[in-house]
């Protein structure tokens, strides 16, 4: 098969691209520009000439800043400008690298494209990983389910100490399993304060409010708050920890108050992403339940993740005919934020996700 590889100059997407080659695929490497951080992409772009030139590969160097900074980096700052917690790594992934990346893929006659994420695709379903402490399913949910026809992840069934262990083994590539990991979001140079300061004023000092709406004390500007901050604002006169529990941008006041009360059991969903078949969910729901469902019934017990690195938690997803959806927890939750996503999964494979209302 003929295979794009999109390649960041890491140690992860390297050895996908070495793994794919000696598999005897015909593979090229495309380097994406997303964002203009300094010194960033000569840093990256050198890696990939040097990947790709030991591997005999050609290579791509494919300009989508105009596209990631309309579909991600705006977006990410009308995010919090609205008092919501964004995620822009799932925006990315469905628009940009499973989006746009997969169309010049395609304008290349390729077959596939492979990332070094870690995940898997088995039977047209997206699955975890092997190694669950590097499972990035939770980023990947948002995608098109048309995309995952197309995806291949070689390092979904290895580990990363494993890939490093490789690459070091590898004289050409023992540089690349040493560098430095990189940063989550690849555009924030320190904090995500620094972009928004770039946009707007984000040093308003305000009302701290309790649960009652009375007024309790100041914080620095409603955007350098998310829900369940406890730190960073002041409570007069308190002697138990305040969380933060809601974000009113429009008058620049946070609600503060304690653990318990950031204590959630049910939320609503917009823009559901099904990635598993509607016969597959029912056939979840039947065999859950035992009862039997009408063809317009898409409740279905799951498990959900609120957050990347938050533990999964049972529930019942009812969606709607518009595809939000209300969500039920088996058991509470804690600093659920709006903007993020909710993904959901049984066992090891992702039915469905949702942005939190």
Request: aromatic share 10%.
């Amino acid at each position: 098969m003929k295979i794009l590889v999109a390649m960041s100059g890491g140690v992860d997407s390297t050895v996908t691209a070495y793994t794919l080659l000696q598999q005897g695929h015909e593979v090229e490497g495309c380097y994406m520009k997303l964002h203009g951080k300094p010194n960033y992409h000569e840093i990256n772009i050198a890696r990939v000439e040097k990947a790709a030139k030991f591997l005999g590969i050609k290579h791509h160097i494919l300009d989508l800043q105009e596209d990631f900074n309309q579909r991600v980096y705006m977006p990410f700052v009308e995010s919090y400008k609205e008092g919501r917690t964004p995620n822009p790594c799932a925006w990315c992934n469905r628009f940009i690298k499973l989006g746009k990346l997969l169309e010049f893929a395609k304008s290349l006659n390729c077959d596939k494209l492979a990332t070094g994420h870690y995940a898997r695709i088995e039977d047209g379903l997206l699955k975890t990983a092997f190694d669950e402490t590097k499972d990035q399913s939770y980023f990947l949910a948002a995608s098109e389910k048309e995309a995952l026809s197309y995806l291949i992840f070689p390092l979904g069934e290895k580990r990363k100490e494993n890939i490093k262990a490789f690459a070091a083994s590898i004289k050409e590539l023992e540089s690349f399993a040493t560098q430095k990991e990189s940063a989550e979001l690849c555009f924030v140079e320190d904090t995500y304060i620094g972009v928004l300061k770039k946009f707007m004023n984000t040093d308003l000092k305000g009302e701290v409010l309790n649960s009652k709406g009375e007024v309790v004390g100041k914080h620095e500007g409603y955007m350098h708050y998310t829900i369940g901050k406890r730190r960073g604002f002041e409570v007069k006169g308190a002697h138990e920890p305040h969380f933060v529990l809601k974000i009113k941008p429009e008058s620049n006041q946070i609600i503060v108050g304690s653990k318990e009360e950031l204590k959630i059991s049910e939320f609503k969903l917009e823009s559901i992403n099904l990635l598993a078949p509607k016969s597959y969910l029912k056939a979840q729901t039947l065999m859950a339940s035992g009862a039997e469902m009408s063809s317009e019934n898409l409740s279905f017990e799951c498990e959900v993740k609120i957050r990347y690195r938050s533990k999964s938690t049972p529930c019942v997803v009812d969606i709607l005919p518009d595809l939000s959806a209300n969500i039920s927890l088996k058991e509470p939750v804690y600093g659920l934020a709006s903007g993020q996503m909710a993904v959901f999964y049984d066992k090891d494979t992702v039915l469905a996700s949702g942005f939190i209302s």
